[in-house]
């Protein structure tokens, strides 16, 4: 058993609706009889067949009434799988039970309901609208914080939390059929001074889902290794309970509607390995991770919830002020009694707490006689500064989305890294916050696409961040360091895979390429590896071009099951940032891919290309120290690194660039080209690894008179070519390097 004031609170208020089922009060005939209210809180679909967290809140919503709830029972058809003493006393108060209601009746964004089930409301009630949503909200927080003092100063609880643990394969079968559904019944038996024992009664259903699909068999021969981590980039935890908070986290009173708390770290972790995710980021707000012990706290314990298979990131849901001129408005606004305009962002990849509004009343702005709220483009510079990267959240959301459009810059200059737009739910289609994203995009800014569930409570099924891996180690630092490159899909089923060949090789989702000064006409693919399972649907191929008004669709397929490719060869822009990006909408889900993104040149030097991929996984990238000059005598050194060690090399140019398929690589110079002498790249002794490095001085060159071609005012284009044994034709190249000599 645990109440409101126990250190690990389960439940959330706003989760009490959450689950889609059918709660049985018994018919009695006068008002002192009434059964007690149960509310389970159980995952609705399961694929993995292991213990999984639950739990149910038991309310007696009469005035007054004292019952002893005795002991709970958890059933399935096949016989009892839990009983569980309890010996808990409720004193009856339908106050608790007029803030259910109210919060049922609240629109998503602001009660954080997953499911539409009534359990305090009347299912023939309507949503609350317009000012009636403020009036409501303002109405639930006072009742609340009158209940809260009352209970603190000793009033006994109308309600109990009990948790138990669901072992799933004693509901489903390895072998059993997918779609079928279990129902449970969980009962509470309570007795009343003077009264027999009786008997209150809900169910749920849990339905068997299949297995996460793989990468297609033809994916994974090209590219090796493939994997896919799914995971949920919005969870909000026990830490952020506005009573009752885990410790040490104090609790938060500015989180008005997640009352009787949520699921610790470790029990979310089992519910997300039911429904086949391996990773998600805690997030909880800012405004009630008030100190460094708390964030430690979290970091600790996602830490502890980790293992090889399973991943649990500290991250932060961080409030800013908005800035600059506004587009749109939102509740928020009103809420925070125009002392601010906040909005929310998710502080991926975080080293230590980020401070951002305060637990008391009012904090989710900045609070009532206080300032504590930093702009957005700040906050959004410290995250960055801690090698972190910000998405926003719920950016169309009609409470604390984003309104500061117009000054929010993306990855083009430091700024935003991300759009989060899927927040839980269902979700098909290129409107709403995929539609915000698009305009950004249209606008100039670089921004990848993530989800979250934004639950409060147990974790659902939605459309999960899925994380291709290609051979890297399952680890914190990897995760982190894929997520903040993009390269991921957004599914609640088919799998996508998007990417771009140019020059022979792919482009990963999430790749930047810069195209080189004076670039040829060139041909790229745009490709969408998918595995549709025995699910049947159409693949979508999006063109987009800065300043546009629209993207443009190059190609959609036909009806498409089982696995394969789609794929449509267009010609390249070059004379503006464009990109590439696949969406997939089947009869068993929904699927977003990252773009790959072109830009010319901003920048000289400049590279261009990809290295040559090779056994060692040496990334080869090119860069500069120095500048080129004709009658400089000092260096411009051109390196690249890290590269594979002892090996024997070249640095060679050419005054045009290419994108020539050359072995596995690209040949990114156009004949005719000049080699420079033999080097090695050093490094470590043997065993082949990344220590090594290859480097070459272009202005001793040109000081040299060898190449009379090399005065001011041309653009030199070059590569490394070195031996690599094992890998296609025992040989490979780094990626290209531009650049314009100057006097």
């Known amino acids: 058993m645990r109440n409101l004031f126990s250190t690990k609170n389960l439940f959330a208020l706003a989760g009490l609706t959450a689950i889609a089922i059918a709660t049985q009060q018994e018919a009695v005939p006068t008002e002192a009889e009434r ?56 004193l009856g108060d339908p106050r608790f039970g007029e803030l259910g209601s109210i919060i049922e009746r609240l629109p998503h964004e602001i009660a954080h309901v997953q499911g539409r089930q009534r359990h305090f409301s009347d299912e023939r009630e309507g949503f609350f609208l317009g000012h009636e949503i403020e009036e409501k909200i303002h109405t639930a927080e006072a009742l609340l914080e009158q209940l809260r003092r009352e209970w603190s100063d000793g009033l006994e609880l109308p309600m109990t939390e009990e948790h138990f643990v669901i072992q799933l394969g004693e509901l489903f079968s390895e072998d059993g059929p997918l779609g079928e559904e279990v129902e449970i019944t969980v009962s ?71 009352v009787t708390g949520s699921f610790t770290l470790a029990e979310l972790k089992s519910q997300f390995i ?41 991250h932060l849901e961080l409030s800013s002020d908005e800035e600059g001129s506004q587009t749109g408005s939102d509740l928020a606004d009103i809420l925070c009694l125009g002392l601010t305009s906040a909005n929310h962002m998710g502080a991926h990849g975080i080293n230590s707490r ?4 305060e637990d008391g009343f009012l904090g989710f702005c900045n609070g009532l006689f206080s300032d504590v709220l930093s702009p957005v483009s700040q906050n959004i510079a410290t995250v960055n ?66 989800s979250g569930s934004d639950t409060h409570s147990q974790a659902v099924a939605y459309g999960a961040n899925c994380v291709l891996f290609n051979g ?97 060869s267009h010609s390249l822009d070059l004379s503006a940032r464009t990109w590439y990006r696949s969406y997939a909408e089947t009869n068993g889900g929904t699927a977003y891919g990252n773009p790959v993104f072109f830009q010319p ?73 000049k080699r420079t002498g033999v080097q090695n790249s050093g490094g470590n002794p043997p065993p082949v690894n990344c220590s090594g490095e290859f480097s070459f001085d272009f202005n001793a060159l040109i000081g040299s008179g ?18 690599s044994p094992g890998d296609p034709g025992n040989s490979a190249m780094t990626q290209a390097a531009a650049f314009t000599i100057q006097p």
């Open 354 to 357: 980020i401070a951002g509004g």
């Open 35 to 90: 059964g007690l209210i149960l509310v389970p809180h159980i995952i609705n679909t399961a694929s993995e067949l292991d213990g999984v967290a639950s739990a149910i809140v038991i309310y007696d919503p009469v005035d007054g009434r004292r019952v002893n709830v005795e002991r709970i029972q958890v059933s399935s058809p096949d016989g009892v799988l839990i009983e569980q003493e309890i010996g808990e006393a409720l």
């Open 188 to 258: 509470a038996t309570w007795t009343t001074p003077g009264q027999a024992q009786r008997t209150s009664t809900t169910t749920a259903l849990i339905t068997r889902t299949a297995l996460a699909l793989d990468p297609p068999a033809s994916f994974t021969q090209a590219m090796g290794a493939a994997s896919i981590q799914r995971g949920d980039m919005h969870v909000h935890t026990c830490h952020g309970e506005s009573l009752g908070a885990c410790a040490p986290s104090g609790n938060c009173t500015a989180e008005s509607f997640q």
């Open 706 to 723: 060898l190449d009379p071609q090399l005065g001011a005012g041309v653009t030199v284009y070059g590569q490394f070519w070195f031996r």
């Open 601 to 673: 040149s901003a920048s000289d030097p400049t590279t261009y290309c990809n290295s040559t991929p090779i056994a060692q996984g040496c990334s080869n990238e090119i860069s500069f120290a120095g500048a080129p000059s004709a009658t400089s005598s000092s260096p411009f050194v051109i390196t690249a690194s890290p590269a594979p060690s002892n090996r024997n090399g070249i640095f060679f140019y050419g005054l045009s660039p290419a994108f020539t398929p050359f072995n596995a690589g690209t040949l990114c110079v156009q004949p005719p080209i």
């Open 385 to 450: 500064a801690q090698g972190g990267f910000a998405i926003s959240n719920h950016p169309t959301a009609g409470t604390f989305g984003w309104e500061s459009y117009d000054s929010t810059v993306g990855q083009e200059s430091g700024g935003l890294h991300g759009v989060e737009i899927w927040n839980g739910g269902a979700q098909t289609g290129q409107g709403a916050a995929v539609g915000r994203w698009i305009e950004w995009l249209l606008d100039g800014r670089i921004l990848y696409a993530y």
């Open 472 to 568: 890297e180690d399952f680890t914190p630092g990897n995760l982190n360091e894929l997520l903040k490159k993009g390269r991921l899909y957004i599914s609640d089923g088919p799998v996508l895979i998007g990417d771009v060949v140019i020059g022979g090789q792919p482009l990963s989702m999430g790749t930047v390429q810069t195209l080189p000064p004076n670039p040829p006409a060139t041909s790229i693919n745009s490709r969408a590896h998918y595995n549709f399972g025995s699910s049947t649907g159409t693949i979508t191929l999006f063109h987009g071009r800065v300043g546009d008004a629209n993207e443009t669709v190059l190609a959609q397929s036909g009806a498409l099951t089982g696995e394969g490719v789609f794929e449509f």
């Open 274 to 314: 039911a429904i086949g995710s391996s990773w998600y980021t805690v997030t909880d707000h800012s405004y009630c991770i008030n100190d460094d012990a708390e964030y430690q706290a979290i970091v600790n314990e996602c830490a502890s919830s980790s293992d090889s298979s399973f991943l649990c990131l500290p």
